[in-house]
């Protein structure tokens, strides 16, 4: 096994496909770098794209995916105003610039997705 670690393997991974098939690739559409793939869409409680709104009113449409190597997690795991029943959340930020681009999500069975805001991503070239 490689001596490296997970983030770095997943983002050489990434890369490879970045270099393969950029078609493939979802990127951030504040910065224009790589934070999915199409094959990393998933399908949670039974659809890839959900529509919800948050307290404030805010209109959200998000697509889930099982990976987003291009993603950082920030912020303490809460279930407060949770979407997706019996799990917490987490802010999910474009690493190369900071914007959010939606939530991490897991649960006590250690089943995770992320949920991005659609209108927040570009799909591939």
């Not at 199409?38 to 890839?48: L, P, S």
């Not at 404030?56 to 099982?66: A, H, I, K, N």
């Not at 610039?97 to 069975?109: D, M, P």
Request: include cysteine; charge should be negative.
């Amino acid at each position: 096994m490689s001596g490296l670690p997970l983030k770095q393997l997943v983002h050489d991974v990434l890369l490879q496909v970045h270099e393969a098939d950029q078609h493939q690739l979802i990127y951030c559409q504040d910065c224009q770098r790589p934070v999915t793939a199409e094959n990393y869409r998933v399908q949670v409680q039974g659809e890839h794209r959900h529509h919800f709104v948050n307290p404030e009113g805010v209109v959200f449409e998000l697509s889930c995916f099982q990976a987003a190597p291009g993603l950082i997690i920030a912020g303490k795991a809460t279930d407060h105003y949770c979407w997706f029943q019996g799990f917490e959340w987490q802010y999910a930020h474009c690493e190369y610039c900071t914007t959010q681009l939606g939530w991490y999500y897991e649960n006590a069975l250690n089943e995770s997705f992320f949920a991005l805001i659609s209108g927040y991503l570009r799909a591939g070239k």
